[in-house]
């Protein structure tokens, strides 16, 4: 679904945030993208949705090079994929409905449909009780699960979760990754970025290991370090 | 686009102009003003225009007989001038009238014409009006070659230098109305320009959830629409309110101007400044958007 | 408050100007431009105030003496005018000077004077003029009372309507001055008000690390005060080259019409354009910054 | 050295955050503040340096009633106080240098000294490479290092944490923590509401745990959850 081939990435003020990567993301998978603070996480997933663009090497979305996308086309690439910011991104004009809602009128859904998956969305992330609130009277918690509400709505072929559960309580992190694992099941590719160190450690899923924008490590069934002796 | 897009565009727009009046009143201020000062100029520049051709139209061509000719000869002379198809009304003065006439042009000092006794020094004369005020240069050289005509006078240059001033007028209009519109253009721009600004940060957001660059413009350009259409309604009721209030001044202090006050006229003044206000609010929007577009 | 702290309001100022770079011409121009119409207006309203009063300075009262007056007569009303401590200059005009310019004024239409032959029905008369035009009507009415004095005018109501009309453009101007003074405000808040919107996060976040309401105040008020300074100064150039431009083309169309081009006059214009800029600034920012500054 | 009394802090909007909550935090202490998302945790420290006032009950600061302060006195309570806020908040306008300089201008510190202090903090975060950027042009990670760094910069009485180990890797947390163990030492009073269960069962502080807006729990050498039985 994903290839990425020689991508190098460095930033107008000269930081390398990715260097060389190459790798190969196939449909269904679930993928955790490890790695130090500064590691070159975020900036692998935002070329995946062209937020930027690599300064040398190819993005292959579904065999579609995203790279040399025509601008007219990045709004389509986008519908295809859920997510979850780091930095949340929620409209701060617009409640919680309506910023959930935002992300189905640009596919134009239909009024009715929208009446019925958003309240579906919310009451998955557990924020039933919180429909009509502005972001800015949320918790932290609250407004990185309206972000993962927003991601999944539209029921994209790959969602993309950037530390998202970095601001929840372990119950409420354990409840999330269940929802993911569930989209996952339904045939959703998920690329997770984390810290978690917990969560990934205990899926034992493939992990790519990022440091100082490099690959350092990618295994079928990983942990979150490089295993010493037998897992815990 | 689905139908209802385009009610979510038009509930979008509305929504941003409750939800930031005081931005959206300061918009419309911006607006009226500019529409204010570009009314006022197009309403002084056509004014003054139709002034000057009232003016020009009472302008008229003196045609001065030989004191001596016989009333027949006069006669003849007259129909001649009344039966030329550029010719519009012709007056005829009379000897006596002449006197009369020159003595209360002289006023007080025209007491002295009494020295004159019964003489009456002043020759026949007929006061032509010409259809089209240009024509009468080539008039009056024409009327000049009639019979006994002493001479031809027409406002010794008056006529064309009020047809001067008239073009006069109506260039330095242009340039003022042309001015003016571009500081409204400018400024509402600037205002629009301000409002994406303060919100480039949603426009990221809604680009990287997947709308397209129309599906974020046309709330926007529906807005600065809206915005300019009120500002328009605005600068339409003050500006009417102050000519209704100039033109009755004007018509008591200052009768011999000519105001133009029919509907037709004010009614295509509205046209216009409306369709400036959303044709402005629309070009304001479409440069401040064309910046944050590119996330 | 420490001098290096008033460095760091003068250095966030102006990098903030420098880094908002679209956002400080916006912001300049938008002063400018009004600043430019107040300008004009305040021009304009001098202007022909100043041309009234020249006017009014240049209008006289003619004394003329009974027609068979003897020259020692005349001569002594004469003196008696020039010796009047409100009259500033007595210009003697004789009978032959009369007929004279009596002829010149007629035009073409003079020739009929020759009917008079060698007659000369005209009186000797003196031009007086007032020190003040305003004692004018005083005057003619204490000249009447002179010997041989036949009668006495002065521009039979003309002087009193100039003077009305000097008032009422005072009048007028003051209140079109006025109104765009309080639009030029207005502008200016609405774009400062925009700038500080834009930037209601940062002041909350400045706020939050315990800083003081004047500590950020001071960068956008001093901001503010920059923007309408550097607005003035576009504003008084483009002023200036216009109001030559119109002041040449007025001196050699229309002699008759006074303009001011003295440096006092200029640089009066400038310093009142400046502080109006200044300050609607620094206004506009204090009106802008209140309602986010409650964080 | 806060106090809190019966304090209950209902939002505008209905939602109660605080429920009838009484809490005193000792000079010199570090706490931890756990509990699921929305529990109000953030709340709590908005209420001690007048980010928000209590509905009802009283707030003390070193003795003074934080709630009843005139607005002119509320830059110097908060100069006491460094604040890591869990959405970061930089000023986007600044370099991280500036961003931290800012903190210490406020105070009026000499020019000598922010040369001095600045590269100083940002080191002890692991920053250094990264004085001249903007925000906008960190990773998660490194801007949550900004705001701490900006927390610590002017040697505060009291630093008050909102989840500030959200965005870093299991080994940057923990330098971060050391650090934050150091500046307690020096006698800073630390309040911390954190998810990362790891870490406070190591640490073994106080804990004060909410729930729905109510204090459930406070033991002095707490765990992240309820003990059951013996500390793993
Ligand atoms: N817009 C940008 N301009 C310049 N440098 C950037 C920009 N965005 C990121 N960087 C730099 O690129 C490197 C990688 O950043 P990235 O956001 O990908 O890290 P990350 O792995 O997501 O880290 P974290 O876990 O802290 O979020 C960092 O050193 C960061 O400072
Ligand atoms: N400004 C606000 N207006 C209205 N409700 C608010 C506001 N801020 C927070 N709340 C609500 O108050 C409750 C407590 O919020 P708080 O931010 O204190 O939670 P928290 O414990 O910090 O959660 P998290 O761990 O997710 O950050 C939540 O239900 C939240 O929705
Ligand atoms: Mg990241
Ligand atoms: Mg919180």
Same mark, same amino acid.
């Given at each position: 679904?994903?290839?990425?081939?020689?991508?190098?990435?460095?930033?107008?003020?000269?930081?390398?945030?990715?260097?060389?990567?190459?790798?190969?993301?196939?449909?269904?998978?679930?993928?955790?993208?490890?790695?130090?603070?500064?590691?070159?996480?975020?900036?692998?997933?935002?070329?995946?949705?062209?937020?930027?663009?690599?300064?040398r090497g190819?993005?292959?979305?579904?065999?579609?090079?995203?790279? /040399?996308? @025509?601008?007219? !086309? =990045?709004?389509?690439?986008?519908?295809?994929?859920?997510? +979850?910011?780091?930095?949340?991104?929620? %409209?701060?004009?617009?409640?919680?409905?309506?910023?959930?809602?935002?992300?189905?009128?640009?596919?134009?859904?239909?009024?009715?449909?929208? /009446?019925? @998956?958003?309240? !579906? =969305?919310?009451?998955?992330?557990?924020?039933?009780?919180? +429909?009509?609130?502005?972001?800015?009277? %949320?918790?932290?918690?609250?407004?990185?699960?309206?972000?993962?509400?927003?991601?999944i709505v539209n029921e994209p072929l790959l969602i993309i979760a950037?530390?998202?559960?970095?601001?929840?309580?372990?119950?409420?992190?354990?409840?999330?990754?269940?929802?993911?694992?569930?989209?996952?099941?339904?045939?959703?590719?998920?690329?997770?970025?984390?810290?978690?160190?917990e969560i990934v450690d205990v899926m034992r899923r493939r992990v790519i290991a990022l440091e100082g924008g490099r690959i350092v490590r990618d295994e079928e069934h990983g942990s979150y370090e490089q295993k010493r002796g037998p897992a815990r | 686009m689905k139908f209802r897009t385009l009610g979510y565009f038009f509930g979008e727009a509305f929504r941003s102009l409750g939800k930031n009046s005081w931005l959206s009143i300061a918009s419309i201020a911006t607006v009226a003003i500019s529409l204010l000062i570009l009314g006022s100029s197009v309403m002084m520049v056509l004014?003054?225009?139709?002034?000057?051709?009232?003016?020009?139209?009472?302008?008229?061509?003196?045609?001065?007989?030989?004191?001596d000719t016989p009333a027949g000869q006069v006669k003849m002379v007259g129909d001649k001038l009344r039966n030329h198809n550029l010719v519009s009304e012709v007056t005829f003065v009379p000897k006596a009238e002449a006197l009369t006439e020159m003595r209360q042009k002289m006023g007080d000092r025209g007491d002295y014409f009494r020295a004159l006794g019964d003489q009456n020094p002043f020759p026949d004369l007929f006061r032509v009006k010409a259809k089209d005020p240009r024509?009468?240069?080539?008039?009056?050289?024409?009327?000049?070659?009639?019979?006994?005509?002493?001479?031809?006078?027409?406002?010794?240059?008056?006529?064309?230098?009020?047809?001067?001033?008239?073009?006069?007028?109506?260039?330095?209009?242009?340039?003022?109305?042309?001015?003016?519109?571009?500081?409204?253009?400018?400024?509402?721009?600037?205002?629009?320009?301000?409002?994406?600004?303060?919100?480039?940060?949603?426009?990221?957001?809604?680009?990287?959830?997947?709308?397209?660059?129309?599906?974020i413009r046309w709330p926007f350009l529906l807005e600065g629409m809206f915005l300019g259409f009120f500002g328009s309604l605005v600068a339409v009721s003050l500006l009417f309110a102050a000519y209704a209030v100039a033109c009755h001044y004007i018509q008591t202090a200052l009768p011999f101007v000519a105001v133009r006050t029919d509907p037709a006229f004010l009614w295509q003044i509205f046209e216009v400044l409306a369709a400036a206000g959303v044709a402005i609010g629309a070009a304001g929007s479409m440069i401040s958007l064309r910046k944050y577009l590119h996330v």
């Open positions: 679904m994903i290839q990425m081939h020689k991508v190098t990435k460095a930033y107008p003020n000269g930081v390398t945030a990715l260097d060389d990567v190459t790798v190969r993301i196939q449909k269904g998978s679930f993928i955790f993208l490890v790695g130090p603070s500064g590691a070159g996480k975020s900036t692998l997933t935002k070329l995946i949705f062209r937020e930027e663009v690599p300064t190819q993005v292959l979305f579904n065999g579609k090079s995203v790279n /040399r996308m @025509r601008a007219r !086309e =990045v709004p389509f690439l986008r519908r295809q994929i859920g997510v +979850v910011f780091q930095d949340f991104r929620l %409209l701060p004009h617009k409640t919680v409905f309506d910023n959930i809602a935002f992300a189905m009128k640009v596919v134009e859904a239909s009024v009715k449909k929208i /009446r019925y @998956r958003v309240p !579906e =969305v919310l009451e998955m992330v557990g924020l039933a009780t919180k +429909v009509n609130v502005y972001p800015h009277q %949320l918790s932290g918690g609250e407004q990185q699960r309206v972000c993962i509400a927003r991601a950037d530390e998202p559960t970095g601001n929840l309580d372990p119950d409420m992190a354990r409840e999330i990754m269940t929802l993911m694992l569930e989209i996952n099941r339904r045939g959703t590719t998920v690329v997770m970025a984390t810290h978690a160190r | 004014n003054s225009q139709y002034w000057v051709q009232t003016l020009a139209s009472d302008l008229e061509i003196a045609v001065i007989m030989d004191v024509d009468m240069a080539v008039l009056a050289g024409e009327f000049q070659g009639y019979q006994r005509v002493e001479r031809v006078l027409y406002g010794q240059g008056v006529a064309e230098n009020l047809l001067n001033l008239s073009y006069w007028v109506r260039i330095g209009g242009l340039v003022v109305m042309g001015l003016m519109g571009g500081a409204a253009v400018f400024l509402i721009a600037t205002t629009i320009r301000l409002t994406v600004y303060a919100r480039r940060q949603e426009v990221g957001i809604m680009k990287s959830v997947g709308a397209t660059n129309w599906f």
